[in-house]
């Protein structure tokens, strides 16, 4: 039996089982629909369905690899030309991934091999150290770290910016762990489906702090000093003040931290210590926002400048930006199996948001680890040269190298075939 | 407070005209313009459009000959329906260009009471505080600039009426967004409606087939022939000057890569090198090069060195692209998607821009493909000073 005939049929009889935990989304026939067959990597998209049973049975037949629905509503869904499909608005979809930005676990699970050199390494370097090939082969992992990081950014998305600035409703907000890698935001309202590609990319430019212009925001420079922002101004102004303000009352060993990391603001040493010896008198100015002349020894404009860069970068929500500004993005279906893990796409509401722990979610209804063995165990054999360690549901498996038979849990075979690292023994 | 009626006559685009003027709605086009023609208290009007349509061609910031009385409603309907029939992108480009500046002038004077009225026959979300918002302050030593409203949008509507204008104030990150709503002082808000009116005047509905109806029946009205063939002799003999005379188009045994902006060099670079690219820099390049009428075969060959090459896939996908005719990503997306390049390879053009002897200001370049013309009328002009200075020498 191949892998993929037998994760297909373990797929199958979860959906035969728990079809009815399956949500229908809203606007359900207005929808278009795809899916990612186990046989062959091609997306089959353009299909609509009447109603849920429809799309249940679909499920149970086919037990697709991926499973998704668009974000937009068609007259048509079904129709292939997409100018044929009666488009009638999209909902905002925002995308966090944590393959698309820096985390420090990165630097253990994270697997690269040099085809050209052979070396091999972890973390993300963008090319091979040894030889400077820039084609690496990659093997990116998950823990519960860079899922937590991909969390915090939604919290920040929602918190900071979604509530807050644009006043979304929170009952509009509907937020999903994408059963890999992240966590996907839907909003539905009227008023936003109808906004334009190019409105959309407005938005993904305010969250990420992209395009940013100091100087219209009130920043000035005369005879080399700076003149910053006063903190009742409204907007990303009064974001970054509140940040420089929070990092000033933190101890000075942990601003150093910040401001040394080349990943955040890079600052040597001597720049730290001079910000750190005035901060107490900067911060005073700050609070008492009559004065806003920014002077600090080795403090220049393009320093004061490189600091706000940096700032608005800690601000700014990493999102996969294309996700945003196309209308015509199909996002997984909830409630189905990602084919890259055999985890639930896992719904989730955003006063739940908080406590979710999508590799160890102690809520069964909230749990995304659907194939949970308790005492069924799987002989599988490893095929790939290096496995980093797994660690779900609070236990630690791996790692592994090629060629290891291991008898695991049944999650954590099906986590690992679907991850095509490891093949039946 | 003005009544609603004067706003309309001021203001002859608001939507509620169709329930102050519902005759003027309902009537047949033709009717409407055999009334204009034959009406001897509307022959002034026959002038005012004529003048108007020639100071948009000479691309003029102002009309002299604006007047807000009773014709008004009457001059805008027949600069809409001219325009429909003249069916000209150039033309109803400038006219519009010219009407919203005009309109902008008008708002710019007008109280918040009918600013206010304005906005909400728009349909706009729109809010008004009692007591100005100080949403802003900016100082340099001792001079305070403080900037207040009491005027506030729903983000949703000023994206919009603002995400088409491309100045960096406009964009919402550098304005000031709170609780849904982005606060704007009154000469920001006349800027969005002025471009709501350049839209609507730039908006076409109907097929064209019944466009080609409406043209033959309106140019039976003899005097009405005679204005559009007077506005159409006129935009002949100016379009020369508007239209760029120089190529910039993919000819064979030329090499006009060397004009090309240094983001689509960058995609290039990679797929000489076998980079792997990512999707959106494949469409990126593929609609530049169509833009610029590069052969198929050219642009199919680029990828050929694609670790996921399939040369059928790849055919398939840039004829599907030709026959779309997708228009090429603006400077604006492609900073948007991270791929902008002007800050890494430090390119004066895209970061500094052009000064524009026209608007006697520095401008941003604000697409590929302008990139390639202004380099391509630079270096053609080049040529020129050189062969000038032969025959000279």
């Not at chain 1, 697709?64 to 974000?71: E, I, K, N, Q, V």
């Not at chain 1, 938005?203 to 922002?229: A, C, M």
């Not at chain 2, 302008?370 to 025959?391: G, R």
Request: with cysteine.
């Amino acid at each position: 039996m191949t892998e993929k005939f037998y994760l297909k049929r373990i797929f199958q009889r979860y959906y035969e089982e728990n079809y009815s935990k399956i949500p229908m989304v809203s606007f359900f026939n207005k929808r278009e629909y795809g899916f990612i067959p186990w046989e062959e990597q091609v997306m089959e998209r353009h299909l609509s369905f009447e109603n849920s049973k429809n799309l249940i049975d679909f499920f149970k037949i086919k037990a697709p690899r991926h499973a998704y629905s668009s974000g937009s509503l068609y007259s048509q869904p079904e129709i292939p030309d997409m100018e044929g499909k009666g488009y009638q608005g999209c909902d905002l979809l925002i995308d966090i991934d944590v393959d698309h930005f820096y985390t420090p676990c990165k630097e253990e699970h994270d697997i690269w091999h040099c085809k050209e050199c052979d070396k091999r390494g972890k973390g993300m370097p963008e090319k091979c150290p040894k030889c400077g090939n820039l084609k690496l082969e990659r093997l990116s992992w998950i823990c519960e770290d860079c899922l937590n990081v991909a969390k915090n950014e939604m919290i920040k998305l929602i918190y900071d910016f979604l509530i807050p600035d644009f006043a979304i409703n929170p009952e509009d907000i509907k937020i999903a762990f994408s059963g890999h890698r992240g966590y996907h935001l839907k909003i539905e309202n009227e008023k936003i489906r109808s906004l334009s590609s190019e409105e959309r990319r407005e938005i993904t430019d305010y969250v990420t702090g992209q395009n940013i212009s100091f100087e219209i925001l009130g920043l000035r420079e005369h005879s080399n000093i700076v003149y910053g922002f006063f903190k009742d101004n409204i907007g990303w102004a009064e974001k970054i003040m509140n940040f420089i303000v929070e990092l000033l009352k933190k101890p000075n060993s942990e601003i150093n931290k910040v401001l040394i990391d080349n990943r955040k603001f890079g600052f040597k040493s001597p720049t730290i210590k001079s910000l750190l010896n005035y901060k107490d008198d900067f911060l005073e100015m700050l609070s008492n926002n009559e004065r806003n002349m920014w002077s600090i020894e080795g403090f220049s404009p393009n320093t004061w400048k490189k600091f706000l860069r940096s700032i608005v970068k800690e601000i700014g929500v990493e999102i996969d930006i294309p996700v945003t500004i196309d209308i015509h993005r199909l996002i997984r279906y909830p409630g189905s199996l990602h084919g890259k893990t055999g985890f639930k796409v896992q719904e989730i509401f955003l006063d739940e948001f908080n406590d979710f722990n999508p590799l160890n979610e102690s809520k069964e209804k909230l749990d995304p680890i659907v194939f949970l063995g308790k005492k069924e165990t799987h002989k599988i054999q490893i095929i790939e040269h290096d496995v980093p360690e797994t660690r779900i549901k609070g236990k630690k498996y791996g790692p592994y190298k090629k060629g290891d038979i291991i008898e695991v849990p049944h999650h954590i075979a099906v986590f690992l075939l679907c991850r095509e690292v490891a093949k039946l023994s | 407070m003005s009544n609603d009626f004067d706003l309309i006559r001021q203001y002859p685009w608001l939507p509620s005209l169709k329930i102050y003027r519902s005759d003027l709605a309902s009537i047949n086009p033709i009717e409407f313009i055999k009334d204009i023609i034959t009406d001897p208290s509307k022959e002034v009007l026959r002038d005012r459009i004529y003048e108007f349509f020639k100071s948009a061609f000479d691309n003029l910031e102002y009309f002299s000959y604006y007047k807000i009385d009773d014709l008004n409603i009457y001059f805008y309907l027949s600069l809409r329906m001219l325009l429909i029939i003249l069916n000209n992108k150039s033309i109803s480009y400038r006219v519009a260009n010219l009407y919203s500046k005009i309109t902008y002038n008008e708002l710019a004077t007008e109280n918040d009471s009918n600013l206010y009225s304005i906005c909400k026959d728009l349909k706009l979300d729109i809010k008004y505080e009692q007591e100005p918002i100080i949403f802003r302050k900016i100082a340099i030593k001792d001079q305070l600039e403080t900037l207040q409203t009491k005027f506030k949008i729903h983000f949703s509507d000023y994206l919009k009426l603002s995400s088409r204008l491309k100045d960096d104030f406009r964009k919402l990150i550098n304005n000031a967004l709170k609780d849904g709503y982005v606060y704007l002082r009154p000469k920001n808000l006349s800027r969005l409606i002025q471009e709501y009116v350049r839209m609507k005047i730039l908006k076409f509905e109907g097929d064209i087939e019944n466009i080609n109806k409406l043209k033959e029946d309106l140019l039976k009205v003899q005097e009405f022939k005679d204005l559009y063939d007077s506005i159409i002799a006129d935009w002949e003999l100016k379009k020369e000057r508007f239209e760029y005379s120089f190529e910039t188009a993919f000819k064979k045994g030329e090499d006009i890569s060397k004009n090309f902006p240094p983001c689509m060099n960058e995609i290039l670079v990679k797929t000489e090198i076998g980079q792997n690219l990512q999707h959106t820099e494949r469409l990126i390049i593929v609609f530049f090069l169509l833009a610029l009428k590069y052969p198929k075969d050219f642009i199919i060959n680029i990828f050929s060195k694609q670790p996921d090459y399939n040369e059928n896939k790849t055919t398939y996908q840039v004829e599907f692209a030709k026959k779309k005719g997708y228009v090429p990503h603006a400077c604006s997306t492609i900073k948007s998607l991270n791929l902008c390049m002007a800050q890494k390879h430090n390119d004066k053009l895209c970061l500094d821009g052009y000064f524009s002897k026209k608007n006697n200001k520095q401008k941003k370049i604000s697409h590929p493909l302008f990139y390639v013309q202004f380099k391509q009328y630079h270096s053609a002009k080049l040529k020129n000073k050189d062969k000038i200075q032969e025959k000279n020498d």
